[in-house]
């Protein structure tokens, strides 16, 4: 079973994949494509929590064998969101790290069920919450076990789709000693911004980003306007890894 510290032994550590699970081939191919570029972790989503029931909800416990096979093909760690606490279970044999959207960040209930799993658990900040109920929210679940992801926060400020408080980041982390990874691709909700975006985090020293990457990003089923594609991602790990270099050699 995988440890957080066995998570945060990469430095930085690169989360990436699709938006959704979409079909077998959509996430074979780029999660081959994604280890190849020293990805370590795969997002592999198939339960979406979407604003509108018309929306694409994500391919379900169906695409539990596509996953597999992605991780028998390319030794990736594979990360699940988790929306109903049975599907923890489900994905008992494939889902190396489990996941809290930040729509769920108050789900107590659920919280409470991941607290029972030894798995790490990625939990991502809610729209609009504080620091301490981001804390909070990791009690339940068991901080030591916990890595926290800033997506971004609802402001008065909506030059992009949220806005990037890498202030809470920071204090979480150095005040409160949780690890803490950042999530571009949600913060800026357009693909010009996400690799700015995950510059800026690099270099305020986080332990790691998540990023959606689509093999054909135009025709995506969810958050098209954001991803970008392996080709994009590529370019983006490379100054990633420069500026880590940089920050931790000071
Ligand atoms: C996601 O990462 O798939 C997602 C929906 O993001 P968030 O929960 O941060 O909105
Ligand atoms: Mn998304």
Redesign the pocket.
């Known amino acids: 079973m995988l440890t957080r510290s066995q998570l945060l032994k990469h430095k930085p550590l690169l989360m990436a994949g699709p938006?959704a699970v979409e079909s077998r081939t959509q996430i074979i191919g780029v999660a081959i494509a994604l280890k190849k570029m020293g990805v370590h972790v795969l997002r592999g989503q198939l339960w979406k929590p979407r604003t509108s029931p018309g929306d694409f909800q994500g391919v379900g416990e169906e695409g539990i064998p596509w996953l597999l096979e992605a991780k028998k093909n390319t030794g990736l760690l594979i990360s699940t969101e988790i929306v109903d606490k049975d599907q923890i279970e489900l994905v008992k044999n494939v889902s190396d790290i489990l996941w809290v959207g930040a729509r769920n960040m108050q789900n107590f209930e659920l919280l409470k069920a991941l607290g029972k799993d030894k798995r790490p658990v990625i939990l991502k900040r809610g729209l609009i919450n504080t620091v301490k109920e981001w804390l909070g929210a990791a009690d339940y679940i068991g901080r030591n076990k916990v890595i926290l992801c800033e997506r971004g926060i609802r402001t008065g400020a909506d030059s992009m789709r949220f806005t990037l408080d890498l202030n809470a980041a920071l204090v979480a982390k150095h005040d409160h000693g949780i690890p803490v990874i950042a999530d571009p691709s949600?913060t800026a909700g357009r693909r010009d911004m996400v690799a700015h975006l995950a510059y800026a985090c690099i270099a305020a020293g986080l332990d790691g980003i998540v990023v959606?990457v689509h093999p054909d990003p135009e025709h995506a089923l969810?958050?098209k306007t954001q991803q970008v594609s392996p080709k994009v991602f590529l370019q983006m790990v490379a100054m990633v890894q420069k500026l880590h270099k940089l920050v931790q050699s000071k």
Do not use: A, I, P, Q
Request: charged share 40%; proline share 0%; hydrophobic share 0%.
């Open positions: 938006c949600h959606e969810s958050d």
